[in-house]
């Protein structure tokens, strides 16, 4: 134990140290801990910020005294991809970043009873939320209140909370006192219930937002419960007789052959199931042509842009009414 | 794994508390596996690459010292020379090259074809390739002995502090504390903690708080508007010093703490009053790597006075190529290459010195430089060379008051940074916070570590350098 270099530090023994030297460390040290606690109190209680137009309980209290027809439900694809202002009628759109199928469920049926007379609900379909574990990535406390869920409603397992703490997964909302952030949030901006629309082009390819993507996934093993969960969307929707549609929004060219194969065929075996079923029709608008999606209509490789929701939300509304879905409201109700 | 992620806290942790436990040989053991581990996280492929720089240059080196003649020196030496300026080569600039050449034949009507080579950049190639040049030169100058052990030597090239993104270490200064028993100082450790806490500030609060602005202007030149565009224009020069030397300060403080000092890659760069002085404080592992590997052996000052303009500007040439395969680069290095020339020529050659002392006159040689380096920082980040007079264009004649965020981003978390530099350069104190008393250095402390904590930039940016 000699030669072990913890005994090798410059050896001042306590006994020996000047009184004001072991005074000073001591102050240091106290001072730095107390300042990290202190700061990062300050940080989670009084800094944390989100934006109401991504806030699902914002959502649906924005819409709560309107009577819409179509409901939308869906992850950060459908926050960014649908915009309901271009509706000819009332829809709600309720979305929230890195949902996943079990929270979205939860969501669905807290919500659907308060729109009795919905013509159409209109679910995501994407490999995102089939495998992820929404909790987990942003904690609970980011996610259930601002998902209008009481905390009661969603058991989070022992695994989330972990992940969550453990690999310090949270993603995105770190509040921060610079400037910019400040200035940020002292601009009014109008605010758009379920629709985040961005001028950005292109911040991230296809490539990186799957790797980020596969990076994140590997820490989860969710997918048999939100396989389960979006089943059960479809069956509650179908009790209420009420038409299901399920839609693939677009990806940038590299999205899909960046995922991991097991992800991959995992999620085509869902959806080739979802066809095969009958029970849902599927709109897969991806690949779709007469789309004409370009490399400048994604604000990143899973994520549109204004234009981008522009020619998204267009070719739903068509197809909205191609399907008949709303034969009552085809002329304009609300310009 | 960046220093600025958790998983790298959690790998220091892991490997400092393995370090003070163990015994020196064991130490050594363990940072080389650490250092293989920190690399393979980004790509364990390149590792390869690693290892054969380590052994052509381990076996290169005793190769050097064992043989007499002067021409098997020189051999040997040409066979490192050739297998790591070969990867380099490879790795590095093919496509470069190969691109240059098949668009200038195009322009010339002639077509040619060529394959591209599909592979990403090893991350630190250029740091480490320098690192290991510098062993084997200095072996065939007589200037420093050949290890003969192989672990030192490993350690020495893939030492993690300082492998991806220097500072560019010279085997006679880092190789001995390597080879000997450390002993870690409280020094070391009150050095090394504000190293470590002020890198991050620079990193983490000074740039990247910062890089939003400059990206924007820089990618998107057409649409920024003047304000955004004179924003950018500062906020470049503060978010390149704030990552590079940011990241030089972090591996210095986690290096010191296992007590092996690194060398000190910048000495307050923007108090330089000319070209000259800026290269002194500059990446100084590279500009002192530049002059002594490349500079002087092309020459240096002791040829005609035309043979040292030549000389600084091959020498600039090559330094702006080493940092990535553009013209860009290379035309930044040739603006350096050109400013050394003129002031060589101005100052040196000519003797117009300016009066000593003269305080008044030094503050406006600063701020002129400060602004002639903010020049070459445009030319350094701009993607194309062509967006340069977009960027003109839009700063005259597109003029809207929206630059307001930037601004105060270099007001609040730049100036602070210049002031505390200001204050070390006029008491010729290398580490300012530490030479104060110690209320103002604890006041020192807390506001660095809530600044870190409270304004810290939301979005994570990877280190410039690595690309390099």
């Known amino acids: 134990m000699k030669n072990s270099s913890i005994f090798n530090f410059e050896a001042v023994p306590l006994s020996q140290l000047v009184r004001h030297v072991t005074r000073w460390h001591l102050a240091v040290f106290a001072v730095c801990v107390a300042t990290v606690t202190v700061a990062s109190v300050m940080k989670s209680r009084w800094l944390e910020y989100y934006e109401p137009a991504q806030e699902m309980h914002y959502q649906s209290l924005a819409m709560q005294a309107e009577d819409p027809r179509l409901f939308f439900l869906g992850s950060s694809h459908f926050m960014v991809g649908v915009d309901p202002r271009m509706f000819p009628f009332e829809v709600v759109n309720l979305n929230h970043q890195g949902l996943d199928y079990r929270l979205m469920n939860l969501i669905l049926q807290k919500n659907l009873a308060r729109w009795p007379d919905v013509d159409a609900v209109i679910i995501e379909l994407d490999p995102y939320p089939l495998f992820a574990d929404t909790v987990a990535t942003f904690g609970n406390k980011v996610t259930l209140g601002r998902l209008g869920l009481d905390a009661d409603e969603y058991t989070k397992s022992v695994k989330s909370w972990c992940s969550h703490k453990l690999s310090g997964l949270t993603v995105f909302q770190r509040p921060s006192l610079s400037p910019r952030t400040m200035l940020e949030r002292m601009t009014p901006t109008a605010v758009v219930p379920g629709f985040v629309s961005s001028d950005l082009v292109m911040q991230q390819t296809g490539e990186e937002r799957a790797k980020f993507h596969m990076d994140l996934l590997k820490n989860f093993n969710t997918f048999g419960e939100n396989h389960a969960a979006l089943n059960e969307m479809i069956l509650t929707v179908h009790q209420r007789n009420i038409p299901c549609y399920l839609v693939v929004t677009p990806h940038a060219e590299g999205y899909w052959d960046a995922l991991s194969q097991d992800v991959r065929e995992r999620y085509r075996d869902v959806k080739q199931d979802l066809i095969a079923g009958g029970k849902v029709q599927v709109w897969d608008l991806d690949q779709d042509p007469a789309l004409q999606i370009q490399t400048h209509d994604f604000r990143d490789g899973d994520h549109l842009n204004k234009s981008g929701a522009q020619k998204l939300t267009a070719s739903i509304i068509r197809r909205v009414e191609d399907s008949g879905v709303c034969p009552e409201v085809r002329t304009a109700r609300k310009p | ?468």
């Open chain 2, 1 to 468: 794994m960046y220093f600025n992620s958790v998983k790298f806290v959690f790998f220091f942790v892991a490997v400092y508390s393995g370090y003070l436990l163990l015994s020196f040989r064991l130490q050594n053991l363990l940072l080389l596996a650490a250092s293989y581990f920190f690399y393979a996280s980004w790509n364990w492929k390149f590792l390869s690459l690693i290892l054969i720089s380590t052994c052509v240059d381990y076996v290169a080196g005793l190769g050097i010292e064992r043989v007499t003649s002067q021409i098997a020196k020189r051999r040997i030496l040409m066979v490192s020379l050739v297998a790591n300026l070969g990867l380099l080569a490879v790795f590095k600039y093919y496509n470069f090259f190969i691109d240059s050449l098949l668009s200038l034949t195009g322009s010339m009507g002639i077509e040619l074809s060529a394959p591209a080579l599909q592979v990403i950049l090893p991350v630190g190639i250029s740091f480490y390739t320098f690192q290991t040049l510098s062993y084997t030169i200095d072996i065939y100058r007589g200037e420093l002995k050949a290890t003969k052990n192989f672990l030192d030597f490993a350690l020495f090239v893939a030492y993690f502090p300082q492998l991806v993104a220097g500072p560019i270490e010279r085997a006679s200064v880092l190789l001995p504390q390597l080879a000997t028993p450390r002993i870690i100082k409280q020094r070391h450790v009150e050095v090394g903690s504000w190293l470590i806490l002020s890198g991050y500030f620079f990193k983490c609060v000074l740039s990247d708080n910062l890089a939003p602005f400059v990206k924007q202007v820089f990618e998107t030149p057409d649409k920024s508007h003047g304000a955004e565009v004179l924003v950018g224009f500062y906020a470049a020069a503060f978010q390149i010093y704030g990552d590079f030397a940011g990241y030089s300060r972090i591996a210095r403080g986690i290096s010191m703490l296992m007590g092996i000092d690194l060398m000190q890659n910048f000495n307050r760069p923007y108090f330089a009053e000319n070209p000259s002085d800026f290269w002194r404080r500059w990446h100084i592992s590279l500009s002192t790597w530049l002059r002594d590997y490349l500079y002087i052996p092309l020459g240096g000052n002791r040829g005609s006075r035309w043979a040292t303009y030549r000389n600084l500007l091959l020498t600039m040439l090559l330094g702006g190529l080493w940092h990535g395969a553009a013209w860009h680069f290379v035309a930044w290095g040739a603006f350096h290459g050109i400013a050394l020339g003129i002031h060589r020529f101005l100052f040196i050659d000519h003797g117009r010195h300016p009066k000593p002392h003269n305080r008044q006159m030094q503050i406006w040689k600063i701020v002129l430089f400060f602004h002639f380096t903010c020049v070459g920082w445009l030319i350094f980040f701009i993607p194309k060379l062509g967006d340069l007079p977009i960027l003109w264009n839009q700063l005259v004649h597109s003029w809207e008051w929206n630059g307001l965020d930037g601004f105060l981003t270099i007001v609040v978390f730049g100036v602070p940074v210049l002031l505390v530099e200001w204050w070390a350069e006029r008491n010729n104190a290398t580490y300012a916070v530490l030479a104060w008393r110690p209320s103002l250095r604890l006041t020192m402390y807390v506001i660095t570590l809530a600044a870190l904590i409270l304004c810290g930039s939301p979005e994570s940016e990877e280190f410039i350098y690595f690309q390099f």
